[in-house]
């Protein structure tokens, strides 16, 4: 049985990609993506909601973790690959975001993502849902 759970957590965006959608890694298709960098409090939520091998350093700018979405689906009953919906971005007062406006690293976010725990030998799911911007720093 797939387990899911809804998780929120807060940080500073990074090379996040989320107005548009860009190539996957395999430049077979597209995908809506950001690196949320992580406050010790974030690294400690992080390490109880998803696992540790989640949580990723970079030199740059410490902890963070990689949240995606790729644009298509496929169907689990017919096979079809599908559309999936624009990640839902939203101001700090909960109006829609003004898709023209990059978020810039730095900016202060709220991610809200779906973690599938596929079962026993199997890698958690992480996957991007919705993006608040609290403190926008400017692409």
């Known amino acids: 049985m797939v387990d899911r759970k809804t998780i ?3 940080g500073k965006a990074q090379y996040a990609k989320v ?3 860009t190539p996957n890694y395999n430049k077979d298709g597209y995908e809506w993506t950001v690196d949320l960098q992580l406050d010790e409090a974030g690294i400690a939520q992080a390490k ?3 696992v540790p091998k989640k949580i990723k350093t970079s030199d740059k700018f410490g902890k963070y973790v990689r ?3 790729g644009t298509q689906y496929k169907d689990r009953i017919t096979g079809e690959m599908k559309n999936r ?5 939203v101001d700090a007062k909960g109006h829609p975001w003004d898709m023209s406006q990059k978020i810039g690293n730095g900016s202060v976010i709220d991610v ?3 973690v599938v725990d596929y079962g026993p030998g199997k ?3 992480v996957y991007l849902q919705k993006i608040r911007v609290l ?3 400017p692409y």
Do not use: D, H, N
Not at 85 to 89: D, E, G, L, T, V
């Open 8 to 10: 929120f957590i807060r």
């Open 19 to 21: 107005t548009a959608p």
């Open 48 to 50: 109880a909601e998803l």
């Open 67 to 69: 949240f995606k979405q």
């Open 85 to 89: 919906q624009p990640i839902a971005i």
């Open 112 to 114: 809200k993502a779906s």
């Open 123 to 125: 890698e958690l799911g």
């Open 135 to 137: 403190e926008l720093v």
